[in-house]
């Protein structure tokens, strides 16, 4: 028999509330984003051969859009862009003030252990490597989506304010490039979550019910 | 405790639910949509702070031009919009001023006038390169001389019944003009002949073309697009 797991208190209701809110959010700003496209479904200034992409000139489809048209799907995003801002600098406030950055940034000093947790993930290994909070992959996913995040939130503004902020635009490459990178931010996402949401029943189910009740009953109980 | 957060997280999964549900139908927010639109109100404010009249959109090179057949050209009336006498052309400036004017095509491209190569941003994403001739709004300001009262300006058209509301401080930018020269040549009637608005500090939708008239308001005006949902401001 399972010797039943002591419980240990894992996320905070803010890191909770944020992770949830934030899912819907993103949600719906990719819906109302694709909408967006639509009405222009290339990358690149007028007259120029296009920049690579896999959907050019492909609208896409009712059941993956927010808006209806392109006047909805802009009041949609630009309404939602508000929460998830919001939710996206309450959650970093209280990562800094709590201190739970340190055990979720990814340095260089978790390269080897990153290795050793590929090595197992590659089935080259056969102990799970031993780990805290998060293992060092489970770091450098979560690293790099906060600055995916980050990222998107820029090219965001990039192109809503070109000339306003045509400093950040040009960061970013100009208008075309920041509008190609606010795209592309889109399937880094997507394919963030379904990596994530797969790990998540594959390895450490009992980390769904944390990210919910914020109690942790699973097989990785230290907390550093 | 714990049970009441779960309840609250249930609530919150059923959201999501929603959410989904209701993106899955490539919905435009029903009861929502006008709450939405109120709303884009609080963004047009916020834009308005973020603007500066001092701040000038970059200009390129003559080099850097979009080919012409590339720079696409919008009108609401099929073909594009004629007049059937251009020779009694003239533009009406009238509303809450001290000195409403009558100005004819002549009268205009005699007045000091400015040229520019600026990006054009079409609210749909695609962008272009493009030169334009015209004069500052702000000189004609000077001379119709607004009142205390005047808040906003309305461009009409002859272009069906497409109009456009503009803020004072925006159309007091240096380069807001009313252009009647694109790429060094007499604007054409696909590019909104004999004289249209001009700015790169708007959307493409907020230009308006084929003008008749500009007359300050006290209260904001909406716009053929704008009335349907599109953001008022428009600035960029």
């Not at chain 1, 045509?166 to 920041?178: D, K, P, Q």
């Not at chain 2, 603007?51 to 979009?66: D, G, V």
């Amino acid at each position: 028999m399972d010797q039943k797991p002591t419980p240990v208190r894992r996320h905070h209701w803010i890191v909770r509330a944020a992770h949830w809110l934030n899912a819907v959010l993103l949600l719906g700003m990719i819906a109302s984003g694709l909408q967006i496209y639509n009405a222009f479904a290339h990358f690149g200034p007028r007259g120029r051969p296009y920049l690579p992409n896999p959907w050019d000139g492909d609208p896409f489809p009712a059941p993956v859009r927010l808006g209806g048209w392109l006047a909805g799907g802009l009041n949609w995003h630009f309404a939602l862009a508000w929460p998830l801002v919001l939710t996206g600098l309450v959650y970093l406030i209280y990562l800094l003030a709590s201190g739970e950055w340190r055990s979720l940034l990814f340095r260089p000093r978790d390269v080897p252990a990153a290795w050793r947790m590929q090595l197992y993930y590659l089935r080259l290994r056969r102990e799970h490597p031993p780990q805290g909070k998060h293992n060092a992959l489970q770091k450098a996913a979560y690293s790099f989506i906060i600055l995916l995040g980050v990222l998107a939130v820029l090219t965001g503004y990039a192109i809503y304010k070109p000339v306003q902020l045509s400093w950040l635009t040009a960061l970013f490459g100009g208008y075309e490039l920041a509008r190609y990178w606010h795209f592309w931010a889109v399937w880094l996402f997507v394919a963030f979550t379904v990596v994530h949401v797969l790990l998540v029943f594959l390895v450490d189910p009992a980390s769904l019910r944390a990210m919910i009740t914020g109690w942790y009953r699973g097989r990785f109980p230290s907390h550093d | 405790m714990t049970d009441l957060s779960r309840r609250d997280l249930f609530r919150l999964g059923l959201l999501a639910g929603s959410a989904s549900l209701a993106t899955a139908c490539g919905w435009q927010g029903g009861p929502l949509a006008p709450k939405l639109r109120a709303f884009s109100r609080v963004n047009d404010w916020v834009g308005e702070r973020l603007f500066s009249k001092n701040r000038l959109a970059p200009e390129y090179s003559i080099a850097q031009r979009t080919p012409d057949r590339q720079f696409p050209a919008y009108a609401r009336t099929r073909g594009y919009p004629r007049l059937a006498e251009p020779a009694g052309w003239a533009l009406q400036v009238g509303g809450l001023v001290r000195n409403p004017l009558r100005l004819t095509l002549e009268m205009i491209q005699a007045m000091p006038s400015v040229t520019y190569t600026v990006k054009h941003h079409c609210v749909e994403g695609w962008t272009a390169i493009g030169t334009w001739t015209g004069v500052p709004v702000s000189v004609i300001l000077g001379l119709a001389e607004p009142t205390a009262e005047a808040g906003y300006l309305r461009f009409d058209s002859f272009d069906a019944r497409y109009f456009n509301g503009w803020d004072l401080k925006s159309a007091m930018h240096p380069q807001t003009i009313l252009a009647y020269a694109f790429n060094d040549r007499p604007l054409g009637p696909a590019r909104g002949a004999p004289l249209r608005l001009y700015s790169p500090v708007k959307l493409g939708y907020k230009l308006t073309k084929y003008l008749t008239a500009m007359t300050f308001t006290a209260e904001r005006p909406g716009g053929y697009w704008e009335d349907m949902g599109y953001p008022w401001l428009g600035g960029i």
